[in-house]
């Protein structure tokens, strides 16, 4: 096996003070990047600030002899992923290599759900990616090299209790590599995303300790690692990952029914009739793009 490197290439982990950020900025820099480590150091529900967990893990790159850049400022803010990017142009010249991580929690059930725990929520996982990969999308544009990784989340892509503000978020993200793939294709710009499972302070009290002890965010490391490289040749898959557990996840479209002429009306008895057709998966396909679903319309354009 080749080894797997990323000599002259930069790269930004976002949260990347504790956790699977921490693993990923300590492996790329292991691995011959250069490595932005961009945290805020606040809690895990998204109060206060600290320079600490991002100074800390850029200590522990340089004492490894790696190269390392610390950034404090919040992936919530425009001027926060604007000045993210900036310190790593000022201190690298460019960036190749952008992991979406930074992330907190507030849970609460739908009800209970107040309006600052859904926004800020939303604006860390959700707004904040898009804060800190659209000034990087341009420079890699401009460069035409880039690799995005996405942090969603199971809570998202299958269900969680008390979270609709985070499985929203993440479900945004699942979009938004979409969007990043269609304009960044030419590019070679590649943007996957990664639903793992690790313990890390945001899981310490959802699980029991047997299951936790199991999880160590360092299993989730390699595959993130594998889609930030340059070998890497696919784009736009959603990834779960825990433990060792490696697999794939897709949005698949069912090839269902048609009914009526693309004339007539279409009477809801006919919806319940050919209920079986419409929600069947016998036969399934992945869309790249919108457009593809046009095919499936072809009877009326015909
Ligand atoms: P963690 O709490 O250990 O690490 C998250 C880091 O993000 C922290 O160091 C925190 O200071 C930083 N951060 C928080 N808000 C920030 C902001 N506004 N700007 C910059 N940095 C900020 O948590 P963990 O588990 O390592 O989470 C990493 C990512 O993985 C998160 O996006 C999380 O939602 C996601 N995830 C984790 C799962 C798990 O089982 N641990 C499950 C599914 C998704």
């Avoid at 809690?43 to 200590?59: N, P, T, W, Y």
């Avoid at 390392?68 to 400022?73: C, G, K, M, S």
């Avoid at 991580?101 to 996982?125: C, F, P, T, Y």
């Avoid at 360092?218 to 779960?240: G, H, K």
Wanted: net charge negative; hydrophobic share 40%.
């Amino acid at each position: 096996m080749s080894e797997i490197r990323y000599d002259g290439k930069v790269a930004i982990v976002t949260g990347a003070g504790a956790g699977l950020g921490k693993t990923y900025a300590v492996e790329l820099a292991k691995r011959g990047a250069k490595v932005v480590v961009n945290d805020l150091g606040g809690s895990r529900d998204g109060q206060g600030a600290s320079s600490k967990a991002a100074d800390l893990v850029v200590d522990e790159i340089k004492a490894a002899g790696g190269e390392a850049a610390a950034n404090y400022d919040s992936v919530a803010t425009r001027e926060g992923g604007e000045s993210i990017i900036k310190t790593a142009v000022d201190a690298f010249g460019k960036v190749d290599i952008l992991i979406n991580n930074a992330g907190i929690l507030r849970d609460k059930s739908i009800v209970k759900m107040s309006q600052e725990e859904w926004k800020l929520v939303l604006d860390v996982h959700l707004q904040g990616a898009f804060y800190v990969t659209q000034p990087a999308f341009a420079l890699m544009k401009e460069n035409a090299y880039g690799r995005i990784v996405n942090t969603a989340s199971g809570a998202g892509l299958y269900g969680n209790f008390g979270q609709i503000n985070y499985a929203s978020a993440k479900m945004g993200l699942v979009g938004m590599m979409h969007s990043v793939n269609t304009e960044g294709a030419k590019y070679n710009i590649k943007c996957n995303t990664i639903a793992p499972i690790a313990a890390s302070r945001l899981t310490e009290d959802v699980m029991p300790p047997e299951v936790f002890s199991k999880l160590d965010p360092r299993f989730v490391t390699p595959l993130v690692m594998y889609l930030v490289s340059e070998e890497v040749e696919d784009a736009n898959m959603i990834f779960n990952c825990a433990a060792g557990w490696f697999s794939r996840t897709a949005i698949v479209c069912g090839t269902g029914t048609f009914i009526g002429d693309g004339k007539r009306d279409i009477a809801v008895e006919e919806i319940k009739e050919a209920w079986g057709k419409i929600t069947g998966m016998e036969e399934t396909k992945e869309l790249n793009h919108v457009n593809d679903s046009f095919a499936y319309l072809s009877k009326v354009f015909q």
